[in-house]
């Protein structure tokens, strides 16, 4: 079983609020002690956190779910419950946080990034915050906030300064065993390489750089042939492109085709790639004869003129194999004998230099979607309402609504945040049927709600 997982589904739920308490003094000499019902804690938060020390989703794939801890009840005597822990839960650096329906909530692209999940519940007040002048002995308290499970999607796009991009078996894997200290599977059949591949790249002068060995691509990879686009998502990050064409052709495609291919299915996925900077590099060329690779160079440039962005920003190299003469925009390498790697390297290093310095911060990349707040009223096929938002329905959040005391409180808290107006504005005309969480009631214009009435709560 494979130990890279680049996505996985996830389920998140914070702690729940704690509930307030109900409960008076009780002391000698003081037969009618005021209210001292303490408070419920929070619920704890869920935080995805950006970490370089994760490499992988597989701790998600077969365990996905994460809770916070649960705020305490409160309790006589004022003692107010403790709040939830927050929990962190590690994905690695280049985590895309998806809902459910593709929408992006968050992009975390630096180590230490962190994407509020699942906010904890709140806790619930305690009588004594009910006491007044009006009201001097409440009896009734809020319950905590119930948080309701989440389930979200994570990506990972690889964060990586170049790709190596080309078909299958081509000696991508080869080529980063030889320049890095990677060293993934080898082997001579097709889709070898199953999972991306990274490997850190020094050098001599103290320049680092990341170098992805993506899976190799099929023609239809945009369209998801082959995994297509499991494997393309992983360059989207990349700063550079090496594409490897393979000139022995096993089977039997041009390197020139090749070329058209791959660009074509880049470009099919994400027009942009083709404005990155790309090296075209002809690999094992250790299993031809030299003087065939004049020939192979001018059907490659022709391949090239006749794709409309090979002219574009994205600038190729220059580099000498063996005794072959000064062979433009190709890099003509083999991994096997380390024939052209030093021009290769060199070339890489400086076009990641030039690309570090024209691409925009990745932290400019961070995307958040917080929840909404405020409320919003939905007219159902019944022709019932159904009002959403945490403010409604902490309104309603009280401990016991056949009390006198607490359902005047809600009445007024629900008339205070604007749900009197919102149901008028959406059409809700007297004797109809409002919902609120659990709960369920009759409308009647003006500025009041009949909550109970002939139905009852629910």
């Known amino acids: 079983m494979s130990n890279f997982v680049d996505q996985s589904a996830i389920c998140v739920r914070g702690g729940d609020g704690g509930a307030g308490c109900v409960a ?5 000499h003081t037969p009618k002690g005021g209210a001292d019902g303490g408070d419920g804690g929070n619920g704890g938060n869920v935080w995805f956190v950006a970490d370089h020390n994760s490499a992988s989703l597989l701790a998600y794939r077969d365990h996905p779910h994460r809770t916070a801890p649960s705020g305490v009840h409160g309790q006589g005597k004022g003692k107010h419950g403790a709040s939830g822990d927050d929990i962190e839960v590690p994905v690695p650096v ?45 009896t009734f308290a809020e319950q905590g906030e119930s948080i309701e499970e ?22 991508k894997s080869t080529l980063i065993s030889r320049i890095s200290a990677a060293r993934p599977k080898i082997a001579d059949y097709p889709f070898t ?5 990274l490997g850190v790249v020094r050098m001599p002068d103290g320049f680092e750089m990341v ?29 550079v492109l090496v594409i490897l064409l393979d000139v022995a052709m096993v089977d039997e495609t041009p390197p020139e085709s090749q070329l058209t291919v791959l660009l074509s299915e880049l470009e099919e996925y994400r027009p942009d790639l083709l404005d990155r900077q790309r090296i075209v590099m002809l690999s094992r060329t250790d299993m031809i004869a030299p003087d065939r690779i004049d020939a192979m160079i001018d059907a490659i440039r022709a391949a090239s003129d006749a794709h409309s962005h090979i002219d574009g920003p994205a600038a190729v190299a220059r580099d000498e194999f063996d005794d072959a003469p000064e062979l433009l925009a190709v890099h003509v390498v083999s991994a096997v004998t380390g024939a052209g790697l030093p021009h290769l390297l060199g070339a890489m290093a400086s076009a990641v230099g030039i690309a570090r310095e024209e691409t925009r911060p990745l932290d400019s990349y961070v ?11 939905e007219r159902e096929m019944d022709g019932s309402f159904t009002v959403h938002g945490r403010e409604a329905l902490r309104a309603v959040a009280l401990s016991d609504m ?18 009197n107006r919102a149901l008028g504005r959406a059409g809700a005309r007297n004797g109809s049927i409002v919902r609120i969480g659990e709960l369920e009631f009759e409308f009647e214009g003006g500025d009041d709600l009949a909550v109970g009435s002939d139905r009852g709560w629910s």
């Open 24 to 28: 008076f003094r009780r002391e000698a």
């Open 94 to 138: 280049g985590t895309v946080v998806k809902d459910r329906d593709g929408t992006v909530l968050a992009d975390l692209v630096r180590h230490g990034d962190r994407w509020l999940a699942s906010a904890g519940g709140t806790g619930g007040k305690g009588n004594a915050r009910f006491q007044s002048n009006r009201r001097r002995v409440p």
């Open 150 to 171: 989440r389930w979200l999607t994570l990506e990972l796009k690889l964060m990586a300064d170049v790709a190596l991009v080309g078909y299958p078996n081509v000696g």
């Open 193 to 197: 390489t199953l999972e991306p591949q």
């Open 211 to 239: 170098v992805a060995d993506i899976p190799g691509l099929i023609e239809g990879a945009a369209e998801g042939r082959g995994l297509g686009h499991q494997f393309l998502r992983h360059i989207e990050r990349a700063r």
């Open 367 to 377: 995307v958040h979607r917080p929840t909404p707040e405020g409320i919003s009223v």
């Open 402 to 419: 056949t009390n006198p005391d607490a359902l005047a409180e809600s009445h007024k808290r629900l008339e205070r945040i604007g749900v």
